[in-house]
């Protein structure tokens, strides 16, 4: 009878041990994620916070819209050859388009020669 309560104990004891450690790395991995979840948030904040800030509205307002300070003059250069077209640079499907935006570590990506018209 002994020998039974002993392996009975034996057991448990070891489904307790294995289970105990299976939830220690399901923890640890969550931990991870969080992190790297919290990381993501705070490089969207930088990002929404550029996008509300004067600097890149009149950024876009030059480059897109064509629009000018007070005082200041546009001036449109036409060249009389085409300048080569720099590279395309094609980004892999769920890149990080924001790090780019920013300046940070550029996505992988493969340049591609331009396209002759």
Do not use: C
Not at 75 to 100: C, D, F, H, R, Y
């Amino acid at each position: 009878m002994a020998a039974l309560a002993f392996a009975y104990l034996s057991f448990t004891t070891s489904r307790y041990v294995i289970h105990n450690y299976e939830l220690h790395q399901q923890e640890s991995q969550v931990r991870r994620e969080i992190d790297q979840l919290n990381k993501d948030h705070e490089q969207l904040v930088a990002v929404r916070d550029y996008l509300k800030s004067d600097e890149y509205i009149q950024d876009v307002a030059r480059r897109v819209l064509g629009l000018v300070n007070p005082g200041e003059t546009l001036v449109i250069v036409n060249g009389t050859t085409p300048a080569a077209a720099p590279p395309v640079v094609q980004q892999t499907p769920g890149s990080e388009w924001w790090k780019e935006l920013l300046g940070g570590a550029a996505p992988a990506a493969t340049p591609t020669p331009p396209r002759g018209r």
